[in-house]
């Protein structure tokens, strides 16, 4: 699209859709670029589904190199520090808020941005003026996503979920010979701090043990992946179509709006 | 406490604890410092607990200055932008790890610094090797914790549970006469986007109406606040006793360790 | 080609390449991506080309969100400050520089940012010890390269190069029907002062006029395009059979290499 | 107080006074947080007596992390590098501008930190328009303060002064028994170059000598402490009142004002 | 001049020229200052020059400390990173912005810095409205200039043309018995990266032998160095000429100034 | 002077001078670069003199472009802003700390800079481990120098005393009959707030007037500024001296040195 065919078409109700992602380790059977699949896919048949239903939504190339610092031990990680990572994001905000559109959702697929794109709409809606979402690709398990009961509600990076994802999108990427089981389970042992738990802790991924992996890839399938996949861009489109009229300041126009 | 008796009370096994406030806008009724008090009591109350029961902890004094960046807009916030928080947070952490503590742990009465926090957590162990831990001094109703029926899981800042811990607290500072019930119960009618559902957004305090107020304070009591402390304070010391031997990278020492 | 495998494919003597694109105004006829479009395209088969004759050679996703700030007052344009820009460069520069590989090449396709590469190679160089280069996608008239002559060597943005391009890469984002000549003639009158002369100067492009094209896209066609894409490719991965054994402090190895 | 209070409370010529402190290092026998303690001591004090003789001031909460780099070395100090202080300072300016109030007043207690709170003044003046000052807790005898005999004007960090003040206001913090002479007699062998001399010069506290203390707190006293107390909340009230209506650009309102 | 005259002397007219320097070393033979000696005296006389033809033109005084950051290996060099060098600029440029001049021209006299003016250049464009240009006092054989045929090109730093200017300006600086024939001859072997050449390279003046010289300066000569000097202000003032009366936005005024 | 003499002539003993001026308004009467004519001018004579009594001290070329933001205001005025300044600063020191050199000693022609100087001689004592000092050309009234008695203590910009010392070394710069007396008296009321008094506060030179001079050059005179000029040679070489020797940690080598 042109910057004067994007003008025009664009209005104030327009919802802009920035995938994020990741270039970081994902272990030997995942690809370094797993995340930024996964937000890029889900992305585009969320938006696509979305618009098909009448949702005035637009997609952005992807945010390919992110805050993967938690991985930066591992070569072939691709890392931004918190303040470039920041600047990155409230500068898109700021050229989001140059168009007529004034609501911009982040489809994040790596769980590591999330409190930070937190932080970024905070910004960018006090500075810029936009309404700001965050939607995650897949929610993780610690952050209220599902988790297979293998996985103990600890898959939260290469386990069941991303690989079952990937061999779904891009089955070619994984060798899945070289899945291993990384399940730190002794987290369990503990009642306030954990994933998702009422103490979050600040952890690197090789604060767990040497793979970086944490989570169980064993059991993965191309058609699991394909059900989470499916989910995944049901649940999305349906929130954007959500994000296109929500107002913090009153009733949601037109009735309550339970897409889903 | 010198320097000379820090560095000999320390070691690696002792938590250095700092309550985050803020100085903020809580509506007509409560002080602007409603964060900072709240934070201050339970870390005090709870570190003396956990201390008396053996953990290894201390407490620094409180941060009041903070991100209260959705406030902005009121007179008497006091907020520093999130590069300025960001860079205090990680120095505090530089600072601490040049004792013999390896351990930091947030005890946080601000909501908005929560994100923050977690993305400082994660730096202060990439840069400075320490582990870090975010406590709430009160779980907000939308990262998890309880909301009275009335408020609708909707009761974030100002509300019942903050007016009634500083009427126990510091009930000279409230005047309850000037608390007005201002919930966005439209909210509820979105599936996805809202506080602590799937779809985080960015706002402003006053993106809800101009009261500032998100919650309903009406029934607050010195009551109820003193369970809601004492609770927190319970909920403190016992996170702090896990928090001074969680240990990531294999089982906790000594068996589980379930406090509270 | 996840992080195991990166290690173990990558050597000290592997190029990374990253092809750095824009999403900015291109005038009413061109994509906002076209720059994003060109280096992805060239680069995918430049290295495709280099790594078939054995050129040890590896492909990044490409940078979309780059230093646009010259097109900044058009709506659509996504831009970066340079110091947010100089950040992610040196920071992807210092995410290479921990795996094996010691050579960065930049391949760009956005003229607006061939200063600051450079600014960002020798600090990369400095800070992390990595040989870099920059290789333009299609080097633009003001920096040696080609003009049709039409143009006056003026077709520095969505000219008859780019709109060429376009339309042999993606002639589906092309309206040609859109496409106006805007020409600054004027700027031949000047002996010292222009693109490309002895004296540069600091230019947004609506200094030259509203449209922001600067150079003549009417005569446009894919024939041309499919000529300056092969000869690009064919360019650029000669150079970085170069670039492979560029060694500035004694002789190539192996006799002089005189690709291409 | 809250938000609406302080908003209806302050006008434009209310002084806003903010205590800054330091957690640092004081040798053996003072707690690290010394100059908090006397700050926030002092300001509590000289902010009481001002308004009760009709003075509009109101005290800001401390400031406890501050520019304490000369003391670095010293495990338990904790340190703000010269940019995240300086920037903290300028945005409780912003926030201070954003009240009805139009002056705020440093109080400081922390030496090491005058030069900077020194341009942090202009740079509030400057940037957000307020009138700013610094007063100090205890002038040093660097900065033109008393300097007991025995100190030769070298008493300028945890000697007979500091810990006077200290055991009059928590002599349960000192252990007196620790204390050690450590004044650098040398230094009035210079002419030029030395404390509160025509050269300044950059110094850490370790520079003079391992212990980190400059001055001699063996004789310190309680009784001494009360009566500096005494003496610095006197001056501070009075110069309060003074800063309350200061005007550079002409006569002060009703005559000169000789306070004190 | 006085601000007052400043102001009344100025116009839009006005061109500001800031000739840009180096402390940085230049071989065994050469001043550290060769860059800012050879930057000042080129712009004093060119810019005599132009206003005595009518041109209305100023010059500041030269800046010294720049980005040297290719020499930074070697002791005596002064440099700046590239944030505080481009701050500098920019607010150097935010200062010119403020008087009634609207045009701001760099005269350089460092190679290093050519890539980091351009940026400036736009940036201050962009930011602070003044039309921006870059001159070289001498322009270097890497970006158009000319070269002795014994230096292949490559006579960047410290070579022929640098010496014999200062042999000319500063003889009693030269010691001409200290000069190395230091030529990386092998650069002519290769096609596509070099300097000048289509893909440059981030290069530090140590990586091409210890020396840190990159040319030939052994033939030097005050009598070269006087033609290249004479050479060199005619240029620059017929340069200046041009930029006072250069608009992107149409013909120049009175027909097209072809200076020189 | 090469770098390579550069580095042979330079010792652990050696002490560096910067001078440190500024190009900032000085009212109608005299030049904008009044403050870097007085420093550089001093420091020249005063290396000298030093020098000539066996001192190994050396001088920098001055640096011109400096934190003049209390004269923001007035066009001609350039000015850097707080973290630009320092960066300069301490970059300038790392790279004197990179030559054998270990002190550094900045010679200050700029009141408005003194503060940021005392903190970048800390920064660089920490970072960079030099010694640093800071002289002053002309000790202004309110750090502690002399005062006409016209001025009342009051001559900080403008005054009497710099028009004397530029009508002694660039008389052709002053235009004494728009000199007029700018002196502040009301601030002699007050007892605390001033320059040079217990208190001090942020100001712009226009916040005394629209003039911007802070004191009474009408008496002003070319015999009064030879005086004053030698005066702070003088007084300026016998600091260096002092300098050059100065050992924080014990006794002066050789006896006390009174120089002066």
Redesign the interface.
């Known amino acids: 699209?042109?910057?004067?065919?994007?003008?025009s078409a664009?209005s104030e109700d327009s919802v802009i859709v920035l995938p994020t992602g990741a270039?970081?380790?994902?272990?030997?059977?995942?690809?370094?670029?797993t995340d930024?699949l996964i937000a890029d896919a889900v992305a585009a048949a969320a938006v696509d589904s979305a618009a098909a239903s009448g949702v005035d939504v637009w997609r952005?190339?992807g945010?390919?190199?992110t805050k993967s610092?938690?991985?930066?031990w591992?070569?072939?990680?691709?890392?931004?520090?918190?303040?470039?990572m920041?600047?990155?994001l409230v500068?898109?905000g700021r050229?989001v808020a140059?168009?007529?559109a004034r609501r911009l959702a982040f489809l994040n697929g790596h769980g590591?941005m999330s409190?930070?794109l937190?932080?970024?709409?905070?910004?960018?809606?006090?500075l810029h003026g936009?309404?700001?979402?965050?939607?995650?690709a897949a929610?993780p398990p610690d952050q209220?996503g599902p988790s297979a009961a293998g996985e103990l509600g600890l898959g939260v990076h290469g386990g069941l979920q991303e690989t079952s994802m990937i061999l779904h999108l891009r089955p070619e990427l994984v060798?899945l010979s070289?899945a291993v089981r990384s399940v730190?389970e002794?987290?369990t042992?503990?009642?306030?701090?954990g994933f998702g738990k009422?103490?979050?802790?600040?952890?690197?991924s090789n604060?767990?043990?040497p793979s970086?992996v944490i989570g169980d890839p064993t059991g993965a399938s191309a058609e699991r992946g394909e059900e989470l996949f499916e989910t995944a861009v049901h649940?999305c489109a349906?929130?954007l179509a959500?994000?296109a009229v929500?107002?913090?300041?009153?009733?949601?126009p037109v009735g309550?709006?339970?897409?889903?």
């Open positions: 699209m042109s910057s004067v065919a994007a003008t664009l270039i970081e380790h994902h272990g030997p059977h995942l690809p370094l670029s930024q952005l190339p945010l390919a190199y610092d938690e991985h930066h591992a070569s072939g990680t691709f890392w931004l520090g918190w303040d470039t920041m600047s990155t500068e898109i050229s140059a168009t007529p590591g409190a930070l937190q932080v970024a709409c905070r910004e960018i809606r006090r936009l309404q700001t979402f965050v939607l995650h929610v209220g060798d070289l730190p002794h987290l042992d503990y009642q306030y701090v009422a103490v979050s802790f600040g952890w690197l604060d767990f043990g970086g649940r349906a929130a959500e994000v929500f107002d913090p300041a009153g009733p949601a309550p709006r339970r897409a889903g």
